[in-house]
């Protein structure tokens, strides 16, 4: 072989290179974790190729680079402000959805559509999570794409266990709880998703509207949620205690948010350093 056309051969590769980028920089790129990414990729929003077909120095996928780049300036170019998060309500991050409802393979590639499309709006950023995962959108306008398995019989807006365990601020066993007290309507009957019963959306939120749960204030308040359990004992603050149907579980606590809001705290060490 000669040296002009191994040196061309090298070139002409690191060319082709130049338009991809590694798996892990386009997982930093738009904050995705691989099988996340790959998803999105399968889904045809990313183009891709195997190092060893093109003789690429190292192994592994590649990612085109404009491809990447076009996702990530589809949601950066909503000048959207930052805001304190601390759980998920009435707006939500895209990293918690697609922990508790959003699926991956199908949901996310969506949103990702509608946003480059512009049918789908972030409201805000937050820097918990990484890249397009800390954009925070309406509650309701990211779950018009998770897909039931039998969404034609729904003539209202239903939740799983999980997905209004995400709303207030709790486990699933705290929604159990909740429902076997009758705090929250019962499953309605002949709704499901998949094995999931689900429950009416809006009494979910007008439930989180009056109410926020004892560890999810602790953690606004920066304080030690243990500490926090006890001064609510030891203070006499009124509050909503709910057995959790599973062994050796304590109570969850709620508090009126009127109370919260209206509450004195003693300086104490129970502020977290």
């Known amino acids: 072989m000669r040296r002009e056309s191994l040196d061309r051969w090298i070139a002409s590769r690191d060319l082709e ?16 974790k691989d099988a996340t990414l790959m998803s999105v990729a ?6 891709y190729i195997n190092a060893s077909e093109h003789g690429f120095p190292t192994t592994g996928r590649y990612f085109l680079r404009a491809d990447v780049m076009h996702i990530r300036d589809a949601f950066e170019k909503h000048a959207v402000p930052e805001r304190e998060y601390v759980h998920p309500g009435r707006l939500i991050a895209l990293r918690d959805a697609l922990r508790h409802y959003l699926s991956r393979v199908a949901g996310l590639p ?48 239903l939740l799983s266990y999980r997905e209004t365990a995400a709303v207030v601020g709790v486990t ?19 709704y499901r998703n998949g094995f999931a019963k689900l429950l ?7 439930f989180a509207d009056k109410y926020v ?15 926090f359990m006890r001064f609510l004992g030891q203070s006499g603050t009124p509050v909503l205690s709910v057995p959790i149907p599973e062994p050796r579980k304590k109570d969850a606590l709620f508090l009126l948010k009127h109370v919260a809001a209206n509450m004195q705290f003693p300086a104490t060490d129970s502020h977290e350093p």
């Open 17 to 32: 290179l130049a338009r991809y980028m590694p798996r892990p920089e386009a997982q930093r790129a738009l904050g995705l």
């Open 172 to 190: 699933p066993p705290v929604i159990r709880g909740m429902v076997a007290q009758g705090i929250l309507a019962a499953p309605v009957a002949g």
């Open 110 to 157: 969506a949103v990702i559509r509608a946003v480059i499309n512009s049918g789908l709006e972030p409201v805000a950023y937050t820097n918990r999570f990484r890249g397009i995962t800390g954009y925070i959108f309406a509650w309701e306008d990211l779950r018009r794409y998770r897909a039931l398995h039998d969404a034609s019989v729904a003539t209202e807006v």
């Open 200 to 206: 009416p959306a809006a009494d979910v939120h007008a």
């Open 42 to 47: 399968e889904a045809g929003l990313v183009r």
């Open 213 to 227: 749960a004892a560890p999810v204030l602790a953690k606004r308040l920066h304080l030690r949620t243990g500490a």
